[in-house]
């Protein structure tokens, strides 16, 4: 495998929604971009529930799954749990290019909105949000409550930013991939990693 030039950490909490983050995960790969996978307990259960990949209880047995799905390798895509405190998220000092929690729970965004870092993931944020590295958090929830809205601006005014999972319907949707793709495209366009999801707006045919 030709060896990856860029670092993106990938956190997965308990929304729904994780159609999303597999999707972007499958294409982080496909563009030869190192992974450092974060998936939740909750999340977890999410995925269970939304798709038919039954993933491991260690993050070993994860890894090894999600390398098979993807056709990757360890060099590539790296799991690590909710309290591995030592792995490369957690730390300043690693050359890590972007964020992105996708889903992103509310409890997720009200643990980063304010430093919380209870776990890896908050803590890889906070990181992030104190390098002045790119994070982009992509929540799935409606209706939105004040608290949740505040949390957001609070985060959109540290730098973060804010994708929401809302797909849009100018380009014709004819699946529910296109609807995932929508999403994953707006991802990608925040990480500047090349796609052909859909079609720039304006562009001739």
């Known amino acids: 495998m ?5 670092t993106i950490c990938l956190a997965i909490t308990g929304a729904s929604g994780v159609q999303y983050s ?11 971009i190192r992974v450092y996978l974060m998936i ?3 999340a977890q259960v999410v995925v269970s529930m939304e798709t038919d990949v039954k993933l491991g209880s260690r993050t070993g047995d994860m890894q090894k799954q999600l390398c098979e799905l993807y056709q990757s390798d360890d060099s590539q ?4 749990g909710e309290q591995e405190w030592t792995a490369p998220p957690a ?3 690693n050359a890590i290019d972007s964020m992105v929690v996708c889903p ?17 993931i908050e803590r890889a944020a906070d990181v992030m949000l104190k390098e002045r590295r790119k994070l982009v958090l992509v929540p ?5 409550s004040a608290i949740h809205l505040e949390n957001m601006l609070k985060l959109s005014r540290m730098g973060a930013v804010i994708v929401d999972a809302n797909p849009g319907f100018y380009n014709a949707p004819a699946s ?3 609807l995932v793709d929508f999403v994953v495209a707006k991802i990608l366009d925040q990480l500047q990693v090349e796609h052909a999801l859909m079609p720039r707006w304006g562009a001739d045919d």
């Open 2 to 6: 030709t060896s990856t030039t860029r």
């Open 22 to 32: 597999f999707r972007l995960l499958q294409l982080l790969l496909q563009s030869n």
């Open 40 to 42: 939740s307990k909750a």
């Open 77 to 80: 895509l790296q799991v690590f």
């Open 91 to 93: 730390s300043g000092n």
């Open 104 to 120: 992103c729970s509310m409890g997720a965004l009200s643990a980063i909105a304010t430093g919380a870092s209870n776990n890896l």
């Open 140 to 144: 799935r929830e409606t209706p939105y």
């Open 176 to 178: 529910i991939d296109d």
